[in-house]
Every structure is written in C-alpha cells, then in structure tokens.
C-alpha cells in the first residue's frame, strides 16, 4: 500500500510538474519593458563583441550577449573567424561582412553588384 501510494505521489508530482513547465518564466527577464532581441541587434547594427575563447579546439566569442562557435549562424550572420581580439562575420547570402574587435566599434562592408 506504501508503494501504491508513493507511486501515485511521484506521478503527480511529474504530471503537475509538466503542466506548469510552460508557465516558469526566467527569473532575471525584466518585469516590464521590453527586452532586445538578437534580431533587433542585427537589424540595428549594434553587435558587440563581449569575448573570445580560444583553444579546447572549439573557438568561440561572446556576441551581444550570445555564445557563438565559429561556422555557427548568430545574430543573422555566420561567424566565419576569430583571432584574439576580433571577430568576422558575413550574412548567410554573403553580402555584408562584420569585422567586430574587443577594442574599438564594428566595421560593416557590403559587396557592390556593380563592380
């Protein structure tokens, strides 16, 4: 009867635990306002390289708040490398190329069809 009962108690807990999975909410979201997405980094321009972690054979930097591996799509764009102190970027249809650095703001360039 004991185990009857236990068993009962742990798959109610699992039920009502995966009912209001959906409602939990991440704690350090702002209540009110609205919050910057990684599509409105990209649409504004505004990517900022945060960090670059080198070595254990993955590379990878900190862009506007998002880890992002090299060869991984981020912020719109694929990161393509990483050095030291930067990172280069270019949008899926490689026409825009960032040149983002720890240092200073990010360079923008875009191909010209014309030439």
């Known amino acids: 009867m004991v185990k009857?009962?236990?068993?009962?108690?742990v798959t109610a807990c699992f039920w009502f635990g995966a009912a209001e999975a959906g409602v939990l909410r991440d704690p350090t979201t702002p209540l009110y306002g609205t919050v910057q997405t990684?599509?409105?980094?990209?649409?504004k321009g505004s990517l900022k390289l945060q960090a670059v972690m080198r070595g254990n054979g993955r590379d990878r930097a900190v862009i506007s708040g998002q880890t992002c591996y090299v060869g991984q799509?981020?912020?719109?764009?694929?990161?393509i490398s990483?050095?030291?102190s930067s990172a280069v970027?270019?949008?899926?249809?490689?026409?825009?190329?960032?040149?983002?650095?720890l240092y200073t703001s990010g360079k923008r360039e875009t191909k010209n069809e014309d030439k």
């Open 89 to 101: 970027m270019v949008a899926p249809q490689g026409d825009e190329r960032l040149e983002l650095s």
């Open 73 to 79: 799509k981020c912020h719109g764009y694929v990161l």
């Open 38 to 43: 990684a599509a409105s980094h990209s649409e």
């Open 4 to 9: 009857l009962t236990l068993a009962l108690a």
């Open 82 to 84: 990483l050095t030291k």
